[in-house]
């Protein structure tokens, strides 16, 4: 089960950032940025292996006490973290890779959308959001 999931743009700001228990939203949005060096130096890792790879899953980013950060990233650099709870040890690697297959197919039909400017934070799509909002309450 996600508690937070986020969409960044290429340039390290958020198009899309939605966490569950909304008390901790800080928390999750300080997780999320914190991760993002732990992404670049992922990519920069891989080099030019990352461009002819058809698997973007960047795989574990950290662990906390209370939760584990996961990492995407696409083909146009855009990153998507999602941050899960560590108490669910049900959850294995191939659900969390397809957690984000999911996310990747979901934020391409929004690119998809012509009234959808790219750059700007995903707000009106109700398809989007149910689709996130139901890998959150997802009981593994």
Known sequence: MAVCVAVIAKENYPLYIRSIPTENELKFHYMVH???DVVDEKISA????????RELYL?????TEDYKVYGYVTNSKVKFVMVVDSSNTALRDNEIRSMFRKLHNSYTDVMCNPFYNPGDH??????FDSMVTSMMIQVC
Do not use: E, F, H, N
């Open 122 to 127: 995903i707000q009106s799509s109700r398809a």
């Open 46 to 53: 891989m080099g030019k292996a990352l461009v002819d790879q």
């Open 34 to 36: 914190t991760s993002l």
């Open 59 to 63: 795989g574990l980013l950290y662990p």
